[in-house]
């Protein structure tokens, strides 16, 4: 079956760096991307998401890219803080129910 | 306006016991989700409710079901818990106008 995964399970970045998060996807017919950051015993947090007519949306200090040719997310963060340590996953709607498809999952750790 | 709530936070099971997951939300949301996360990996879809008395299998719904008690209420019963359902558990709603789902903080299930 299709899915949605990512391409590295740990990212390491200096406080103040930017960090790119970097996520796959194979169903080309999905037409809407999310991004939650998930902190250490808490649910998931909506950051940003973005419809694939578009390839690029920013929000606070994050932008979210798409292309669509290499079916290729990615999550900038600028100015990486400490309270940005957590787990980001980007998850693809499947129309059917609102049904999200998630994928495993980056660890960023922020090292002061 | 606390948005996705569930109860209880921790739980220890035996084998065999039954129990209840309870989610609610006071967003008037009309859809609701139940996840599971397992270490390292991203949520996956048990059931979803798409709307106040429909209920539908997602991804990994066996040895589950769940009741839409009315809009704001949707539980998740275990039967018969087995230790491979020790996991965290995740409710989540959505806006019948977005695609955005909210999660409530999890449930932390183990099952001895």
């Known amino acids: 079956g299709e899915s949605v995964g990512l391409h590295l399970p740990t990212l390491s970045v200096q406080e103040g760096d930017n960090s790119i998060i970097n996520c796959a996807y194979s169903n080309s017919a999905s037409d809407y991307f999310i991004w939650y950051k998930q902190e250490s015993g808490k649910g998931p947090q909506f950051i940003i998401d973005?419809?694939?007519?578009?390839d690029k949306r920013q929000g606070q200090r994050v932008t979210v890219l798409l292309n669509k040719t290499v079916k290729h997310l990615s999550l900038q963060i600028a100015a990486t803080q400490p309270g940005d340590s957590a787990v980001y996953f980007c998850?693809?709607?499947?129309?059917?129910?609102?049904?999200?498809?998630f994928g495993q999952g980056t660890e960023l750790s922020v090292k002061p | 306006n606390a948005g996705v709530t569930q109860t209880p936070k921790f739980q220890v099971l035996k084998t065999g016991q039954s129990m209840t997951l309870q989610c609610a939300q006071d967003m008037n949301h009309n859809s609701m989700y139940w996840y599971r996360q397992d270490p390292g990996m991203g949520l996956r879809l048990i059931y979803y409710?798409?709307?106040?008395?429909?209920?539908d299998k997602g991804e990994v719904p066996n040895g589950y079901n769940v009741s839409r008690l009315n809009k704001r209420e949707f539980s998740l019963r275990l039967e018969s818990a087995a230790p491979s359902q020790t996991s965290v558990y995740f409710c989540?709603?959505?806006?019948?106008?977005?695609?955005?789902?909210?999660f409530g903080p999890g449930t932390r299930l183990t099952v001895l």
């Open positions: 998850a693809e709607l499947y129309n059917q129910g609102g049904k999200l498809i």
């Open positions: 973005i419809r694939s007519n578009m």
């Open positions: 989540a709603s959505r806006s019948s106008g977005t695609d955005t789902q909210y």
């Open positions: 409710s798409a709307s106040e008395g429909t209920t």
